[in-house]
């Protein structure tokens, strides 16, 4: 910042020279170099300020261009957010279209585990029933405790059935 030098001296003999007196002269110089101080600081101020304005204050136009800027973002980010939804609800549709056909191929994938099992049970339950029936018409003692027991030998046949169906009914650990 340039400075402004004031010759305090020879401003005061030219003061003498056009008829001030010496204190009158010394009183002008005075409060001229005053003066021209506070010049030269309020210009250095204003520089200052001028400086900090340009670098760093922002001004209408940088304001609008930056709500410009956020409301493009704003914008493309509202119309990313829309695709993504629309891409979502895609995917839900296509996987909500495909359970039928995902059912259908575990039914057909299950149901030859789940006939053998059935074919299995109802094979083991007769042959256990006929081979009760042959050693209890076979033999005299015990058709006489089954004419004896017949209710209770029934409770039991049902309760035996029961649990068989039971353990069938588990799901395959496979």
């Known amino acids: 910042m340039p400075q402004v030098l004031f010759d305090t001296h020879a401003a ?7 008829g001030h007196t010496a204190q009158q002269a010394e009183a002008v110089v005075e409060v001229v170099s005053t003066a021209t101080e506070l010049v030269t600081r309020m210009a250095q101020d204003l520089d200052r300020i001028k400086y900090q304005v340009d670098n760093n204050m922002a001004t209408k136009d940088d304001i609008a261009a930056l709500r410009m800027a956020n409301k493009n973002d704003i914008d493309e980010l509202r119309a990313a ?4 939804i629309a891409a979502l609800r895609t995917e839900i549709r296509v996987g909500i279209a495909k359970i039928p056909q995902v059912v259908r191929e ?3 994938e299950e149901t030859p585990t789940i006939q ?3 074919v299995m049970a109802a ?3 007769s042959f256990s029933l006929a081979g009760l029936a042959v050693l209890v018409l076979t033999d005299e003692f015990l058709r006489a405790i089954a004419l004896e027991h017949s ?4 409770l039991m046949m049902i309760l035996a059935s029961s649990l068989a169906l039971l353990l069938l009914a588990r799901p395959s650990k496979s």
């Open 12 to 18: 005061a003999r030219k003061l003498e020279k056009a």
């Open 81 to 84: 957010t829309k695709e993504d």
């Open 106 to 108: 575990v039914l057909r």
């Open 116 to 118: 053998l099992r059935s």
């Open 123 to 125: 094979g083991s339950l």
């Open 151 to 154: 209710s209770l030998i029934g």
